[in-house]
């Protein structure tokens, strides 16, 4: 296709990518989602996914929405299996996706709403790839704190690939923070777990450790690979580093609570 940069790994052209990247900012912002872009672009690579992403992202920049972090996703080999998707990927996070403890939250605003359990790392410093280690990323971290991830997918579900979910901002809706920061040392984050409730109903558990062996192994991954397409995490960012437990359901009404023990509670309500 004229435009197109297969010397990169891409098969679309620019204009393709931009076209994808505005639906799906419409669908986000109308709350709806839209057919599989794989049945659509059968040749759509994981770097043309990683270009729809980038464009999404920067346009959302010029409309005024202010970025503060990353997610990482399909790290955990139950999420791996709950989505039959094989290699993580990475989302943006922007401020108005970010919720305190106990927020109220309209289940509306998402599409397809499930919630995860995840330890979020905030960057005391950069860390840069493209030779990042877990020992650099434990370095450069001020505190990890609990975290919730809500999903939300704009793309249909039935038959997605990673190459649909990439473009669709790895499905990140928002997040919870809350419950305890600790610092690195503080506590051995590998073993890090958590009790996942629905309406005081335990409906998931997990350890941290299901995250690449330690869940600072998410975040390195994440600075070599954003190294590929130019970019780094910088010092202040959040970043969610994946999730231990399956994606769980929820519906209008719902509260989720998620217990780390040690590491305190983290909740929200739908509404």
Request: charged share 25%; hydrophobic share 45%; aromatic share 6%.
């Amino acid at each position: 296709m004229t435009g197109a940069h297969e010397a990169d790994g891409r098969t679309l052209d620019d204009a393709t990518v931009t076209a994808i990247a505005d639906e799906l900012a419409r669908a986000e912002a109308e709350r709806t989602t839209v057919p599989l872009l794989t049945a659509r672009y059968p040749g759509m690579t994981v770097e043309d996914s990683y270009a729809v992403q980038n464009t999404w992202r920067r346009r959302g920049i010029e409309a005024g929405r202010r970025p503060v972090g990353r997610k990482i996703g399909l790290t955990s080999k139950v999420m791996q299996a709950a989505t039959g998707i094989t290699e993580p990927d990475y989302g943006a996070i922007f401020a108005d996706m970010v919720h305190e403890n106990g927020s109220v939250i309209e289940h509306a605003r998402f599409s397809n709403v499930r919630v995860e359990v995840e330890l979020a790392f905030v960057l005391g410093e950069r860390v840069a790839g493209p030779h990042a280690t877990v020992f650099d990323v434990l370095r450069a971290t001020e505190y990890v704190v609990p975290a919730l991830e809500i999903l939300s997918s704009r793309v249909e579900m039935t038959g997605r690939t990673i190459v649909d979910t990439i473009s669709d901002n790895a499905a990140m809706g928002g997040m919870v923070h809350g419950g305890n920061p600790v610092r690195v040392g503080e506590t051995d984050l590998r073993w890090a777990a958590a009790l996942l409730y629905r309406n005081e109903t335990i409906e998931e558990t997990g350890v941290a450790a299901a995250v690449l062996n330690h869940p600072a192994a998410g975040v390195a991954w994440l600075a070599n690979k954003l190294a590929r397409h130019g970019d780094v995490l910088e010092a202040g960012e959040i970043v969610l580093a994946g999730s231990f437990t399956r994606p769980m359901w929820v519906e209008p009404g719902d509260t989720v609570l998620a217990d780390y023990r040690e590491l305190g509670t983290v909740t929200c309500r739908f509404v």
